[in-house]
């Protein structure tokens, strides 16, 4: 059983920048793809960006060369640097990973992005 925990969400101004982390317990090595989602108010839950076997990395349209996604294994731990945020970058964001065995999927339990314009 992996337990995944967010941190590092907040209020910002649009133009300005957070780094999300999700610490995954008891280690990260049993995970293979690990993501960030989000979900706005009212909206679905989307993919923002991934990366599996801590090297290929994927982005949605609307955050592609604003936000890097990242992975510290001695750390335990997946990052987001999220730059140049927008108000439309609101949304509680989500942690996910699916492990090595079996694929089995983990959820952290969000946290609160809010961009004030």
């Known amino acids: 059983q992996v337990q995944l925990v967010e941190s590092g969400g907040g209020l910002v101004q649009a133009g300005g920048s957070l780094r999300l982390s999700c610490a995954a317990s008891?280690?990260?090595?049993?995970?293979?793809?690990m993501g960030w989602y989000r979900q706005a108010p009212g909206g679905e839950r989307e993919l923002v960006a991934s990366i599996t076997n801590g090297v290929t990395t994927t982005y949605a349209d609307s955050v592609k060369g604003r936000f890097t996604v990242s992975r510290d294994n001695a750390k335990n731990t997946m990052y987001l640097q999220m730059n140049s945020l927008k108000p439309e970058d609101t949304a509680v964001y989500y942690c996910?990973?699916?492990?090595?065995?079996?694929?089995?999927?983990?959820w952290g339990q969000g946290t609160q992005v809010t961009v004030s314009s």
């Open positions: 008891p280690s990260i090595l049993g995970l293979r793809t």
């Open positions: 996910e990973a699916k492990s090595w065995v079996w694929g089995r999927e983990y």
